[in-house]
């Protein structure tokens, strides 16, 4: 059955340089970075605060991939933001695995684009694009506004799920090669009441600095992970029977509040990020896993006895949703072999994750100490479809594996910083993205901070 919409007008209510569509984690790099270049940039973001997976998924904690175990690999918008939480005591510091306050990363980032001149408009979704041969006129944006469009020079995509990229006619992938199958999603939840003090070092991760104890404010944190033997036991005594997992996954603070405790633990496999029936059932399957996380929690973790359940995420987690098929696809091979391009325009050294579709254990493969893989700017441009739009975050161009490593929030920032300073350098220059000059673009990157080589 259809039902067919009459043709209509559609009010056009702005008109600017450059779109950033999403505002998680390389939207919001990618809109500061544009801003700071001098372009006029709109970001567009559905929900009411900025933030991404960080924030409306609760994954509270910069996982490694942006230092090397020698020197850091990601500077630039990403190494900023993380010293300024850090000066306000919002973030734990070891480089390895860096809890943070989601609410004042929420702050601070709404400050930053403030200051560097980015309009907002919160609460709204892309729905489409308006196409005027081969470059998007306009995107039309759905909001308690109404059905509205709104003009650009430049779009830069940063939705995650490839959304723009999809409507404005470009190829993607979804899945593995073999059946198509992605990585589970996950609920993340905090849980309040944990004295870290009974939790055994023996289940704490150490980080760079060698220490289990991070200081904060005087207090001490912990990054706990492991308990595979208590898991087991766990679901002999019928415990845990809708969760998949077999060790605790990942547990970490929030920074000068020990007692609060952000779970990494669930696992909800074939969940689709672009359909809405599979985030439904999603929504519903993780919290189920997450009672039972709770009760698990309370009868078996040391520290953990009268842990209560202090919330869920606004939304399921989601690992992996549409690649594009870029000019260039990033492979797990380019990853492994920390392989280097020639339009590098980011790096990371963040190990291949990819957490088993169906649910079961992780494959990981870790990079060495002191090696990094670039990342080239070829896989932030569609090889089909609009040539005024660029792709960043975990929706670039690259395979299921490669996907796994690069799709951390440091690497997206990374990836989103350069999206936003190639969107307005092609902007200024009245150039497509593609035509413009790699070393041009290399340099403003350099000259704001970014690391390169």
């Not at 979704?125 to 003009?151: F, H, N, P, Y």
């Not at 994750?353 to 992780?362: A, N, Q, T, V």
Request: charged fraction near 20%.
């Amino acid at each position: 059955m259809q039902v067919f919409i009459p043709q209509q007008q559609i009010q056009v209510v702005q008109s600017v340089d450059v779109v950033v569509a999403g505002g998680g984690p390389a939207g919001y790099a990618a809109a500061l970075a544009s801003a700071r270049s001098g372009a006029r940039t709109l970001l567009i973001e559905r929900y009411g605060f900025t933030g991404g997976v960080g924030t409306n998924s609760m994954v509270t904690a910069f996982a490694s991939g942006f230092h090397d175990g020698e020197r850091m690999v990601i500077g630039g918008i990403f190494q900023e933001l993380r010293e300024r939480l850090y000066q306000q005591g919002a973030l734990l510091k070891s480089a390895e695995f860096e809890p943070f306050d989601p609410e004042l990363l929420i702050l601070q980032q709404l400050k930053d684009l403030s200051e560097a001149g980015v309009q907002l408009r919160l609460h709204t979704l892309v729905t489409d694009v308006v196409m005027q041969g081969s470059r998007i006129e306009a995107v039309i944006v759905e909001s308690k506004s109404g059905r509205q469009a709104i003009k650009a020079e430049v779009f830069v995509d940063a939705t995650g799920d490839g959304d723009v990229a999809i409507r404005a006619g470009a190829d993607f992938q979804l899945g593995r090669v073999s059946d198509g199958l992605m990585q589970p999603g996950t609920m993340i939840f905090a849980v309040g009441g944990v004295d870290v003090e009974k939790v055994p070092e023996v289940h704490t991760m150490r980080g760079l600095s060698g220490s289990a104890r991070v200081h904060v404010s005087g207090k001490r944190h912990l990054i706990i992970e492991g308990y595979r033997e208590q898991a087991a036991k766990a679901k002999a005594a019928g415990y845990l029977p809708h969760v998949p997992r077999k060790n605790l996954g990942i547990c970490w603070n929030l920074p000068g509040h020990p007692e609060v405790v952000f779970a990494n633990f669930t696992r909800v496999p074939l969940v689709n990020g672009t359909l809405a029936e599979d985030l439904t059932r999603g929504e519903l399957e993780g919290r189920i896993q997450v009672e039972e996380a709770v009760a698990f929690f309370r009868d078996f973790l040391p520290g953990f006895e009268n842990c209560y359940l202090l919330r869920t995420a606004p939304q399921i987690g989601i690992r992996e949703s549409r690649r594009i098929k870029g000019i260039y696809t990033l492979t797990g091979e380019d990853v492994a072999g920390v392989r280097q391009f020639g339009d590098v325009v980011a790096q990371g050294h963040y190990m291949l994750d990819i957490h088993d579709p169906l649910g079961k254990e992780s494959e990981i493969v870790k990079l060495k100490k002191g090696t990094s893989y670039d990342i080239p700017y070829r896989s932030l441009l569609p090889e089909k479809g609009p040539e005024n739009l660029l792709v960043s975050g975990r929706a670039i161009s690259a395979t299921h594996d490669a996907l796994s490593s690069l799709r951390v929030m440091a690497i997206s920032m990374a990836l989103g910083e350069a999206a936003g300073t190639a969107a307005a350098l092609s902007s200024a220059g009245r150039e497509a993205p593609g035509a413009l000059k790699v070393e041009q673009l290399q340099n403003k990157l350099l000259a704001n901070g970014a690391i390169l080589e």
